[in-house]
C-alpha cells in the first residue's frame, strides 16, 4: 500500500509518500518547507501568512515529492492507494490550504482520503521503520510539542486514551515563551537547548509544577511566570543566559520524565513513546532514557527518530497506513478541517 500524506496545520509545509509492507511503514520520500524564517521577524506565527505560503509551496511540493519516487497509471493517476490528510487541530487557515488541495485531488484522481488528526500523526512518526508487530501493548504515549502535552494509553494501534495533558501552556509553548523572555530567538526550543549546553554555573532552582501531583496533568506557565520573576530580580542576568536556560529546561525535562515513568508505573506499560517536536530536545532524551533504565529497565522505549519529531508529512502518511485498515475512507465530499479537533482515531 502506497500513501501520500499531506500536512499544512501550522507553519510547515509538508509532503511525504509512505510505503506500508510486511507491517513496516517506510518513508520513500518526505519534503518539508519551514516557514520559521518568515514568521520568525513576528515572534510567532502569523496565520494568514502561513496559509499565503501554504498555497504557495505546497502544489510544487507535491509535483517534487511524486514526480521523484511515483509512477503514474496510463489513466493518468498516480501510483498511491490514499491520500492522508490533517484535519486538526491546527490554524484554521492553515489547515484549509491542505484540505482544500487534498480534496481537489481526490475529486480530480478518485483516490480516497484519510482524515489524520495531528496528535495521531505525532505518535504514529515513532513507529516508522519499525515491524509493528513487535511492538509490545499497553504503550505510554507522551507527545511533547508546541500545542500540545498529552500522556495517553494506548492498548493497541487503534486506541488511544488520554490520561493527562496541559492545562495551560504546552511544553514547546513554554520554551518558546521563555526564548522570547530572555532575547535569544524563535522557535524557542532548540534556543534554549543549545544555549543550554554552555552552562558553567548555577542560578536559582526553578519550581517542577505538578510533579507531585497524583494525576497526570502537567502546568507550565507558573515555570514561565517564576523565570521571569528571577530575572527581574537578577541585574545581571543577561550574562547568565545559558545558566538560566539550563536551568529552565531541566525544569520541565524533570516534569516530563517523572510524569511519564508515573504513568508507565500505574498502567504497566511494556512500551513508552516519546513523540512531538519537542522529542528533539536532547536533554528529555537521555533523562528518560536514564531514568526508564533504572526504574523500568524491562519496558522498551521508542524515541521518535528526530527526522520525524517536528512537524512534518511522513507522521500523517503514517498515521494514514495505521489508520487505512482500521476506518472507512472519507470521500472529498466529506472531508472538513477541524480547528479544535479532539484526539481520536474515529
Ligand atoms: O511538533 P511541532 O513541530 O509543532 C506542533 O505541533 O506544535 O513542535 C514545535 C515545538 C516548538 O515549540 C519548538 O520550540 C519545540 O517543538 N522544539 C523543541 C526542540 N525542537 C523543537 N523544544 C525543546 N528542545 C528542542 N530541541
Ligand atoms: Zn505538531
Known sequence: MKILGIETSCDETAVAIARFEDDRIEIDSSLISSQIDIHRQYGGVVPEVAAREHMKTLIPMLE?????VLGWSSDGRPDIDYIAITTGPGLITSLLAGTETARSLSFAWGIPLIPVNHIIGHIAASLIGRNLSSIDFPAVVLTVSGGHTILALMKDFSSVEILGETRDDAAGEAFDKAAKMLGIGYPGGPAISRLAKSSVGKVAMLPRPMIDSPDFDFSFSGLKTALLYELKK???????????????????????????????????????ILSGGVASNERLRVDLTGTMGRKLP????ILTDKAYTTDNAAMIAAAGCLLAGTKTPASWRELKANSNESLGLR
Open 64 to 68: 517534487n515529492a511524486m514526480s521523484s
Open 234 to 272: 537578577d541585574a545581571s542576568w543577561e550574562s547568565k543566559i545559558p545558566d538560566y536556560c539550563r536551568e529552565y529546561e531541566q525544569a520541565i525535562v524533570d516534569v516530563l520524565v517523572s510524569k511519564t515513568i508515573k504513568a508507565a508505573t500505574k498502567n504497566n506499560a511494556r512500551t513508552v
Open 298 to 301: 524491562d519496558t522498551a522505549l
